[in-house]
């Protein structure tokens, strides 16, 4: 990782930044198929030739490739409907809140603390997560999302924004989504949501020791 240069440094960031913000749009409960559409079919394009690219790197990136020739079958509400069931199961069953994991509850003093860091990039939750608190899965992948991109948009910062990432990923992410996911293995039904939810856990495991070696590639602390 040390030997990569700037360029493909910039292009791994970005490509990052694609994955984590189709994890944000997966854990976005599907209403309707126009939901489905906007939030993962219109995206399939883009993940798959980034997985494609990703997959020496990351060997989850099998399974998110298999996630999405799931999604494209999904054409009508008889392929829709179990998977928003599965959504139910896991919205009720397993909480995808990072405060819920640590304590049993919707913690105020988690999603107080991930404002602030938030706030920090002048970032709120907009109407596009409807609603949701600060330490639901999709807005922090979301927050992810933007690290990465702002690493491959903003050159000069780029050092900042990788150590941002490191500091997130070992003090939210990868103290919860592991956890979330194994209770949620246990409750959906789809193959769909299944290898989600693999992937999910994986990517961020993985995803971690990336991050430390493009952080150590950039000189960072």
Not at 14 to 21: A, T
Not at 188 to 208: E, G, H, I, M
């Amino acid at each position: 990782m040390e030997s990569l240069d700037p360029q493909a440094l910039k292009s791994l960031a970005f490509s990052r930044s694609i994955i984590y913000d189709f994890l944000a749009s997966s854990y976005i409960y599907p209403y309707r198929l126009s939901d489905f559409e906007r939030l993962i079919k219109s995206r399939i394009g883009r993940v798959r030739d980034v997985a494609r690219v990703l997959v020496g790197l990351y060997p989850s990136m099998n399974d998110l490739i298999k996630l999405l020739g799931l999604a494209e079958n999904v054409n009508d509400y008889n392929a829709l409907t179990p998977i928003q069931v599965d959504f139910t199961r896991v919205d009720y069953g397993a909480i995808p809140y990072e405060g819920y994991t640590h304590t049993g509850y919707l913690d105020m003093n988690t999603e107080i603390t991930l404002k602030r860091i938030y706030a920090d990039y002048n970032l709120v939750v907009n109407k596009d997560f409807r609603d949701l608190r600060g330490d639901h899965i999709a807005v922090e992948f979301a927050f992810m999302s933007f690290l990465a991109y702002k690493e491959y948009d903003d050159w000069s910062s780029a050092v900042k924004y990788v150590e941002e990432e490191d500091y997130f990923i070992n003090n939210h992410l990868i103290n919860w989504v592991p956890i979330f996911v194994s209770t949620s293995l246990k409750l959906v039904r789809t193959d769909y949501f299944k290898l989600l939810l693999n992937f999910t856990r994986d990517f961020v495991v993985q995803d971690r020791e990336v991050i430390k070696a493009v952080r150590d590639a950039y000189g960072g602390e």
